[in-house]
Each structure stands twice: as structure tokens, then as C-alpha cells.
């Protein structure tokens, strides 16, 4: 397929991840892929940038129109967790989970309308099932996937009359270098992974590339008529309804 030819994305934290496997699938697809995270990314052309950094958003913006001159799918995917008690959490660190979570979202939003607005673009936010529900010690990461999910509708609501369709993606335990090493650091891998297994639906964890398929769908003109919707993947975990034992 080539439903994105001729058409340019911006792809934050794509150098890994769900981010690198959305970026891939928008380039098989015919898509100019641009990557925006920390250091360089020796595989798409990137912008190196620090999201904490105030003008970071409009920076990376600004650089995405000089190298190509326009914009139609604009990826909202970096992020940070830090496990903590929110009595733990200084009001810093807090911030600072915000700023990249939910801040810097909002941030490209904001730079990238005039250019979606030529376009016809859309944006696809990169929330969490921790936007739904939550995990211990999670309470910055929880409130800001959750604004984020607040966002997504906000953006869609007040823009989708101008051809911006604005949609976000809330994957669970998804098969990360990440969240493998976490598997691999537990007493008993196997015995921990089998576990996960059973709490999904469908018998096991998702695949970075499960998510990519949904996001290039909700970017393409396929979507044409869903907007401000949180779209989860998340092989049924949440509609479960937890048995004890």
C-alpha cells in the first residue's frame, strides 16, 4: 500500500519502541519519515532534541518545514514513567514527567496547526491503558496519559472542522526492549511472562508493530470519519474483569 506517497511525518521518540515500528510502517507506506527524540537516529532523518526544553516543540516544528516543506501526519509518541508514591515525588520530577507527557504534546499541537491546517492533517497521540486505569506508583504517569487521552478529544473537537482529525492510541503491555528486560529481570521469566499471558484475552502481550497498524490506519484517509476517539490495544485487558487466585 502507499497511502502515505508524497506525504511528510514527524515521529517523536521514533528511534525505538512503538515509536520506531509506527515510523517504519509509515515509510513502507510511501511516507517521508522525520524522527524527533535525544540523539540521533541512524536510520530516519531525525532532529535531535530535548523535550524539557521550553522551545524544543517549536524548534523541531520550525526544522521539519525547512527540511520538507510540510506536514500531514504529526505522531505524538515520546514519554517517560517514573515509578513513585506521589508523597515521594518532588514537585520536579512531577513536572518534568508532565512537561514530556502531556506539555510537549500539546506544544507540537500547537506549532504544527497552521501547517496540518494546509494539509489536512492529523495528529495521533500515543496515550497509555495507564490513561484508563492504573498500576502502583504511577500517579504522575497516569494523570498525564490521562490529559493526554483530554487533549485528544480537545484538539478534535475544536479543529476537525478545519480537515484535522485528532486521535490517540492507548497500547497496554506491549513487547518494548523495555518491558522485555523487565521481563528478563524477574525471578522467573517464564513463569512471570506466562502470568502476563493470562490476564490478556488473547493469551499474550502485543507487539510494537499491533500498535503501528492501528496509528497508520487513524492517519490515513481510510479514518476519514473517526475523530477525538482513544483507541485501545490492549488484546482485551481491560474489558476483564479480574477473578481472584
Same mark, same amino acid.
Given at each position: 500500500? /502507499? ?27 510511501? *511516507? ?6 535525544? =540523539? ?7 532532529? =535531535? ?6 522551545? *524544543? ?21 515520546? =514519554? ?40 489536512? %492533517?492529523?495528529? #495521533? ?7 484508563? %486505569? ?15 487521552? =483530554?487533549? /485528544? ?13 485528532? !486521535?490517540? #492510541? ?8 523495555? !518491558? ?22 488473547? %493469551?499474550?502481550? %502485543?507487539?510494537? +508493530?499491533?500498535?503501528? !497498524? ?7 484517509? +481510510?479514518? @476519514?470519519?473517526? /475523530? @477525538? ?6 488484546? @482485551? ?9
Amino acid at each position: 500500500m /502507499t497511502r502515505f506517497q508524497s506525504k511528510v511525518a514527524l515521529v517523536t521518540g521514533g528511534r525505538s519502541g512503538i515509536g520506531r515500528a509506527i515510523a517504519k510502517r509509515l515509510r513502507e507506506e510511501g *511516507a517521508r519519515v522525520i524522527t524527533a527524540q535525544r =540523539g540521533q537516529d541512524t536510520e530516519f532523518e531525525c532532529i =535531535g532534541v530535548d523535550f524539557n526544553e521550553p522551545e *524544543a516543540a517549536d524548534d523541531a516544528i520550525a526544522t521539519v518545514m525547512q527540511l520538507a516543506g510540510r506536514l500531514d501526519v504529526l505522531v505524538n509518541n515520546a =514519554g517517560m514513567m517514573q515509578e513513585q508514591l506521589a508523597e515521594e515525588m518532588s514537585l520536579v520530577d512531577w513536572t518534568r514527567n508532565l512537561t514530556v507527557n502531556l506539555t510537549t504534546p500539546f506544544a507540537l499541537i500547537k506549532a504544527s496547526l497552521p501547517h496540518l491546517r494546509q494539509t489536512q %492533517g492529523r495528529i #495521533v497521540n500515543i496515550g497509555s491503558t495507564e490513561g484508563l %486505569g492504573s498500576n502502583p506508583k504511577h500517579a504522575a504517569y497516569c494523570a498525564s496519559k490521562a490529559g493526554l487521552h =483530554g487533549l /485528544t478529544r480537545a484538539i478534535a473537537i475544536d479543529h476537525s472542522h478545519e480537515g484535522i482529525r485528532c !486521535n490517540a #492510541v492507548a497500547p497496554g503491555w506491549i513487547d518494548t526492549d523495555l !518491558n522485555i528486560d523487565f521481563i528478563e529481570s524477574m525471578p522467573d521469566p517464564k513463569a512471570f511472562k506466562q502470568g502476563l499471558g493470562k490476564i490478556h484475552p488473547v %493469551g499474550r502481550t %502485543g507487539t510494537p +508493530e499491533e500498535v503501528a !497498524n492501528l496509528v497508520a490506519w487513524l492517519a490515513s484517509e +481510510e479514518s @476519514g470519519f473517526v /475523530t @477525538g476517539q482513544v483507541w485501545t490495544v490492549d488484546g @482485551g485487558r481491560m474489558a476483564k474483569l479480574s477473578l481472584p487466585g
